[in-house]
C-alpha cells in the first residue's frame, strides 16, 4: 500500500501548533512519536491533508516529580524513558511498569504515553493504571488551557474528549498518599508483540489492613478503559483478606464488558479479569504495606 501524500509541519511553539489545528481545521492531525498514526495512514484508515509535528516544540518532552506537584509527563516524553524515570520507578512503580510492557523496543524509543492515551484504543496499556491513579490531562486550545480528568477523558474507541484544536501538553498523576499501592496487570497472545488482550489497573490505600480507597480499571474488555465502580465499593473499609480479594476478581469480571475478536474470545476474557484483578489487588496491597511503613 502506497503511502498518502500529505503536508508536513513541524512547529517550534505551542502557540503556533495550536494557531496551526486551528486554521486547517478537521483534516488536519496531531504527531508525536507517529508510531499509531502513520500505521493508519499508511492502511488508509487516516487520511489528514496536513500533520502537525509536536517533536520540535522545546520542553514537551519534559517528565518532572516532586512531592507537592506529582509527577508530570509531557507529551513528547517517551515511553522507553518514562519507564526508566529513577522517580516514575521510585513512585509510581506501576506506571513505569505500564510503559515497560507497551509494544516492543523500537516503539518504545518512538511512540508516547500521551500518544497512547490520545489514541484512544480499548487496550491502551497506560490508560487503567494512570486512570485508576487520579491522573489528569492537560489539553490546550485557542481558549486555553484545561485540566481533564482521565475518567473523563475516553469517550469510545479512537475517540476522547479533545477537541480538534486542543493539544494534550501534560500528564499530571497526584503524589500517591501514606500507604498507597498500584499495580498493573497484563496479558496477550505473544507477549511482546500483541497488543493487551486484558489489561487492569489498581490504586489501594490502606490504614493497617483495611482498605481505605480503591481504584480499579480494566482495559480491552470495553470500548473505553472501564472502572470497576462496585468491586472498588466492595473493597473500601473492609479487611483486605485473600477470600476478598478472590471475590473482588469475580466482581470486576461480572462488571466487565469484553467482546470476542482476533486476540481472545469474550468469555476467555472475563476469566482473566478475575485473575488479573486478584493477582494486581494482591501486588497493590503489598506494596501499599510497605509504603505505609516507609515514611
Ligand atoms: C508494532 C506495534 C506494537 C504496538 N504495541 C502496543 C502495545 O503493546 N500496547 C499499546 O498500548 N499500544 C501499542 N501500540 C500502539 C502505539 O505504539 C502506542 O499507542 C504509542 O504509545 C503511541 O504513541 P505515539 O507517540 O507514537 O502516538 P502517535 O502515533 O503520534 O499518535 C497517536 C494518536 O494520538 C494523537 N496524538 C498524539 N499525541 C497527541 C497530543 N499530544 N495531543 C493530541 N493528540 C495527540 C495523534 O493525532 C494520533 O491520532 C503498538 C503499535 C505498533 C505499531
Do not use: W
Not at 44 to 73: W, Y
Not at 119 to 136: H, K, R
Not at 200 to 206: A, I, W
Amino acid at each position: 500500500m502506497t503511502f498518502p501524500k500529505f503536508e508536513y509541519l513541524a512547529p517550534q511553539t505551542l502557540d503556533e501548533a495550536i494557531s496551526i489545528l486551528e486554521e486547517k481545521g478537521p483534516e488536519v492531525r496531531v504527531m508525536a512519536g507517529g508510531t499509531d498514526l502513520l500505521v493508519k495512514m499508511r492502511q488508509g484508515l487516516l487520511k489528514p491533508r496536513t500533520v502537525v509535528s509536536l517533536k520540535r516544540i522545546q520542553g514537551l518532552d519534559k517528565i518532572s516529580f516532586d512531592r507537592k506537584d506529582g509527577l508530570r509527563i509531557g507529551a513528547t516524553a517517551l515511553l522507553a524513558d518514562v519507564a526508566s524515570h529513577p522517580s516514575v520507578r521510585s513512585h509510581y512503580p506501576a506506571v513505569a511498569y505500564a510503559a515497560s510492557e507497551t509494544a516492543n523496543v523500537q516503539i518504545r524509543n518512538m511512540g508516547t504515553v500521551a500518544g497512547n492515551l490520545c489514541n484512544a484504543a480499548p487496550s491502551a496499556d497506560n490508560a487503567p493504571v494512570l486512570t485508576a491513579m487520579g491522573a489528569c490531562v492537560v489539553l490546550a486550545g485557542p481558549r486555553g488551557e484545561r485540566c481533564l480528568p482521565l475518567d473523563a477523558f475516553f469517550l469510545g474507541p479512537g475517540l476522547t474528549a479533545m477537541e480538534p484544536s486542543e493539544i494534550l501538553t501534560e500528564i499530571r498523576v497526584p503524589f500517591p498518599r501514606r500507604g498507597t499501592g498500584t499495580s498493573y496487570q497484563h496479558l496477550s497472545a505473544r507477549g511482546k508483540v500483541d497488543i493487551s488482550a486484558v489489561g487492569v489497573g489498581v490504586m489501594l490505600r490502606v490504614e493497617g489492613k483495611t482498605c481505605r480507597e480503591a481504584g480499579i480499571i480494566l482495559g480491552a474488555v470495553a470500548p473505553t478503559p472501564l472502572r470497576a465502580r462496585r468491586t472498588e465499593k466492595l473493597l473500601v473499609g473492609k479487611s483486605l483478606t485473600a477470600d476478598l480479594l478472590e471475590r473482588a476478581g469475580r466482581s470486576a469480571a461480572a462488571e466487565s464488558a469484553p467482546i470476542s475478536d482476533v486476540r481472545a474470545t469474550a468469555s476467555y476474557r472475563r476469566k482473566m479479569v478475575a485473575v488479573l484483578t486478584r493477582r494486581a489487588l494482591s501486588e497493590a496491597y503489598e506494596r501499599a504495606r510497605r509504603n505505609a511503613k516507609k515514611r
